[in-house]
Structures are given as C-alpha cells and as structure tokens.
C-alpha cells in the first residue's frame, strides 16, 4: 500500500478539487458500513476544509492509502495548535474489501510515526458502534471502560484493533437522536415556551443563530473554555483550552467555510454567562442539526438551565430552521445531562468508545 500524507493546506485548490469526490466516495463507503445511517455520510465542505484549511488553532492532517491507484484506506488528525499541542485525535478506516491484511496497523503505525516525530504524544481516537451490534453478544467478552461506566464487546473489529494497537479505552458515549419540535415532553423544569423575564431566579435566556453577535464573544469564549473542564472525563483528553473573542470569531468563520449554521442558546445572569447549548446543522444537508457543546458552569448548576437551555433552542430551530432531527453525544456518567436528554424525546442512535495511547 502506497501512502500519502496531506498536510492541510499543502495542496493548491487544484489538487484538492482533484481528489475530492475519491475521498467523498471513500468516506461514504465506509460510513454506509458502518449502520451509522445516511445522516452521518460526509460532507464536501467538510471534507474540503480538512483538506485545505489551517487556523490558528486547528489544523487537521490526511493520509490516503492506494493499492492499483485505488484508495483502500484512509487516515485522519484534529490538531490543536494553540494548546494541547501534543494531543492529537487520530481515525482511520480500511475499504471493507481489503480489511483483516494488515493495513489498518500498516496506516496507523505511519500515522504514530509521524505524531510522535511532530511532538504529539498523547493519542486519543474513537469507534462508533450501533446499539444492534453493541447488544448483539452480551454474554460475548467485553471491555469496561476506564470511567468505570459502560463496556464494549472485545470482538468487534474496531474494539479489536484499537485494543490490539496499545488504546486504552476510556470512556463509553451514548449518541442519540430527537425529533425537532415533535417529542419534546415539556418535563423538564421550564416549557419550550417560557418567557425568561417572567422568572423570579434573575436567569436570562438568548438565543440566535449565526455568527456570535459581538457583544456575546466574551461570554461564549468563556463558556468554551470551561467545556474544556468542567464536563466528565475532560482530563482525560486534554488540558485546558484557552478561549478568547478572537478565537471565538475564528471559529465562527470557520463554521461559514463548512456552511455551517449553528444554533445557540445562552444563559445569563446580569452580564455573566451561567451556561450555553449550540446546535448545528449544514447548509448542505439542512434537515440533520448536530449537538455541539452544553455545559452550564458549576456556579450555576442547580437551577434546571440546562433543560431550559436546551428547550429554548428547540423551540429556536423548529421556528427558524429546516432541522428535523438532532444527533447528541453524552458521556454514559453524565446522568444529569442523560436524563435531560430524555426527557427531551432522546433515544440512543450510537455507543461511542473513546480511546487514548500516550507514546511519551
Ligand atoms: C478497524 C479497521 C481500521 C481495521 O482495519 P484492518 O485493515 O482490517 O486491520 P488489520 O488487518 O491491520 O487488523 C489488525 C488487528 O485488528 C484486529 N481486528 C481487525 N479486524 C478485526 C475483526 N474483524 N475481528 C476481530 N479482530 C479484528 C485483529 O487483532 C487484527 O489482527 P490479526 O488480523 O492479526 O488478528 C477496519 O475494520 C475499519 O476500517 N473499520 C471501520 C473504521 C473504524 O472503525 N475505525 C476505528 C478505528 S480508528
């Protein structure tokens, strides 16, 4: 196998243009093995932007790997660049006709050899497994999760390879989906409806979608770097991040060049941010919203924010947006936010294993 690594950034347009619809193709042979369903097929901008886009403080780096000229697997690094500059979260996939010869550990092994030589020692990656399959041999050996929550049945081939490759399996996901507008049970603490100033708790709800409008940079810049915190089991792949309201209007230009419009609700009392939820969904694929952050800050937790939150910004995409259905992921110990979930019409799509490899 013949392997060739993009830095991103490193082709002219031409050559991106010239093999994108071969990754695309690639991509969408392995997402429809996996029974991950349609939605989760990739996107050209998306995919394009990998290829192609550096920021300050993200840049992503391809391998492709060719037999005959035909691509047979592929490999893919998140890297921070501003912190966490010795992190890096590595996928790949082999062409489902070409598996069990070795050239998953072949790309993989490149893939390490080459973080390891940029400084980038502490490795995370992931395997997504439908609930069918996870279920489908409980009595079968499994693997616990470092958490202590959750485990994953040990012969399944990416459970298998990653186990086999030195990953140390972390911490179990549940990745489920709702209906927009449609099952919401109202349970929660507050209605989709609620009108925060009628509320005696002095919490203020705003919701917009779009570009953070400037007022709101600091605020979200400080929400972002405490996602980096204070959620469960964030040591584990990361230290803190640093956000400021440059790094925020970077990531909004970002999201513009995927054609990615995002959703969010704030929560504040007086000017100070207590919590936020985004939700996103691609101009490309407009019926399909995508769970990004929530966290409501340890200061604030306690008075029912994240379900209103949430709430407020359902009701927000069922009145201003196509979105018919969202995909959420949430950490199996992370009841509180599981039960709001629930509670929200959610049921489980996905179990997502998280992974890490230090090669210090
Ligand atoms: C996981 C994946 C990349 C493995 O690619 P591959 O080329 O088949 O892997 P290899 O041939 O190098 O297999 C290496 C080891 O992984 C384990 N493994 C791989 N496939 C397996 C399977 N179907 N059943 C059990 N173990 C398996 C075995 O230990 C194997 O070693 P062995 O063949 O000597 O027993 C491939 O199955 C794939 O593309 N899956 C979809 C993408 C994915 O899940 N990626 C997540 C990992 S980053």
Redo the contacts with the bound molecule.
């Keep these: 196998m013949e392997i060739t690594r993009i830095r991103a950034g490193e082709l002219s347009e031409q050559a991106v243009d010239g093999i994108l619809a071969e990754v695309l193709d690639f991509d969408t042979l ?1 997402n429809r ?2 029974g991950l369903g349609e939605d989760f097929d990739p996107l050209p901008a998306e995919v394009r932007r990998q290829l192609s886009s550096v920021n300050d403080y993200l840049t992503h780096t391809t391998w492709i790997g060719r037999l005959g000229g035909m691509i047979v ?1 592929k ?1 893919l690094a998140y890297l921070p660049l501003s912190d966490n500059i010795d992190v890096a979260d ?7 006709a ?11 092994q490149v893939m390490e050899e080459e973080m390891r030589a940029a400084g980038r020692t502490r490795l995370s ?4 497994l439908p609930p069918t399959v996870r279920d489908a041999a409980p009595q079968g050996a499994h693997i616990a999760a470092g958490s202590g929550f959750g485990s994953l049945p040990s ?11 030195g ?1 140390s399996f972390r911490q179990l996901e549940r990745c489920s989906v709702a209906r927009v507008g449609g099952e919401a049970t109202g349970d929660g603490p507050a209605g989709a409806d609620e009108d925060p100033a009628d509320r005696e708790d002095g919490y203020v709800i705003e919701t917009w979608q779009g570009p953070t409008p400037e007022h709101r940079l600091e605020q979200i810049a400080v929400l972002h770097q405490k996602m980096s915190t204070d959620t469960p089991g964030a040591a584990e792949f990361g230290d803190e991040e640093k956000w400021d309201a440059a790094r925020v209007r970077v990531l909004d230009a970002e999201r513009a060049e995927k054609r990615e419009i995002v959703s969010t609700a704030l929560a504040l009392r007086g000017e100070e941010a207590a919590g936020f939820t985004e939700v996103a969904h691609f101009a490309d694929r407009p019926e399909i919203g995508w769970q990004g952050s929530t966290l409501v800050a340890r200061e604030h937790r306690g008075h029912g924010l994240g379900a209103r939150l949430k709430i407020a910004n359902h009701a927000r995409l069922g009145a201003d947006s196509s979105v018919e259905r969202v995909y959420t992921w949430n950490a199996v110990e992370n009841t509180w936010m599981l039960a709001i979930n629930d509670a929200a019409g959610f049921a489980t799509w996905a179990w997502v294993g998280l ?1 890490k490899k230090n090669l210090a």
């Design positions: 392995i093995g996996s697997a490999g590595l996928w790949c996939a082999v062409h489902p070409y598996r069990r010869q070795g050239l998953g550990s072949r790309l993989l990656s992931y395997c997504e012969a399944q081939p990416d459970v298998a390879f990653l186990a086999g490759r990953y992974w």
